[in-house]
C-alpha cells in the first residue's frame, strides 16, 4: 500500500482518478492550484486506486495524504 502525499499547500483544484481505477507511477492524480498555478501530483506507484481522502476544492498542506494506492 502507497499514501500520495502533497509536496506543497494548496487548493485541489482537480482530481483525475476515482477510487477502484488502475493507475501507473508518473501518471498525475491530483491538480493542486497554488498561488495562480496549477500543480500535478503524480502517483509514485503503480496499483490501484483504493481511497480518495480528499475533495475537490479543499485545501491541503505539504505532506498531507491525498490518494491511497495498493
Known sequence: ?????????????????????????????????????EIPIAAEVSGVVREVKINEGDFVNEEDELIVVE
Open 1 to 37: 500500500m502507497a499514501i500520495i502525499q502533497t509536496n506543497m499547500a494548496g487548493s485541489v483544484w482537480k482530481i483525475l482518478v476515482s477510487e477502484g481505477d488502475t493507475v501507473t507511477e508518473g501518471q498525475d492524480v491530483v491538480i493542486l492550484e497554488s498561488m495562480k498555478m
